[in-house]
C-alpha cells in the first residue's frame, strides 16, 4: 500500500510546463506556475517521462526562437513598424505603416560564425584567414593613429 500524500500530478501540467518553458522560463518559474515547490518539479520530472520530455521540448523551442533571433541579428532584417498620430486637421488618428530595416550585426556575425566555422574564423584560426573583427580592429587603430597625428600638427 503506497504511503503519503496522493499526488498532484496531471498530464496537462506537461502542456503547461512545456509552454512555460518555450517562453523562456526558468525551472524556478515554472515551479511557481504550477503551483509547486522545486523538489515536486524535479521529483515530477524524474518521475513522469511527458513531464520530463515536455520540459525538454520546450526549452529546446526557445533555444531555436534564441536562434533565429540571432541569425536576424548578424544578418539584419527588415520589419513593418507602425505610428499613429494626430494633427489639428484631422478628427481621427492617422496611422501610418512604414518598412524599418536594422543592419546587419558584424560582432553577431564574427560570433556566429566562430561558432559555426571555427577553423576558418576561430580565435586560433591560421593567420592567412584572420577573422573580419581583427582586420576591422586593426583598420580602426589606424584612422586613430592617424586622427592624432594629424591632431598634433595643428590640421584638425
Known amino acids: ?74 544578418c539584419g532584417y527588415e520589419y513593418t513598424a507602425e505610428r499613429i498620430f494626430m494633427t489639428a486637421h484631422t478628427p481621427e488618428p492617422i496611422t501610418a505603416r512604414y518598412k524599418r530595416h536594422v543592419l546587419a550585426d558584424w560582432r553577431a556575425a564574427l560570433h556566429w560564425l566562430r561558432v559555426r566555422r571555427p577553423e576558418e574564423w576561430g580565435v586560433g584560426a591560421d593567420p592567412r584567414k584572420r577573422a573580419m573583427h581583427d582586420i576591422i580592429e586593426e583598420a580602426f587603430a589606424r584612422v586613430a593613429a592617424q586622427e592624432e597625428a594629424e591632431g598634433k600638427h595643428g590640421r584638425g
Open 1 to 74: 500500500m503506497p504511503r503519503g500524500r496522493p499526488t498532484g500530478y496531471r498530464a496537462e501540467l506537461a502542456d503547461i510546463a512545456r509552454k512555460a518553458f518555450a517562453n523562456g522560463s526558468t525551472a524556478e518559474e515554472v515551479a511557481r506556475t504550477l503551483e509547486i515547490d522545486s523538489a515536486t518539479f524535479y521529483r515530477w520530472r524524474s518521475k513522469y517521462e511527458d513531464f520530463a520530455e515536455a520540459c525538454v521540448t520546450g526549452k529546446r523551442l526557445a533555444d531555436e526562437h534564441v536562434v533565429i533571433s540571432f541569425h536576424q541579428r548578424a
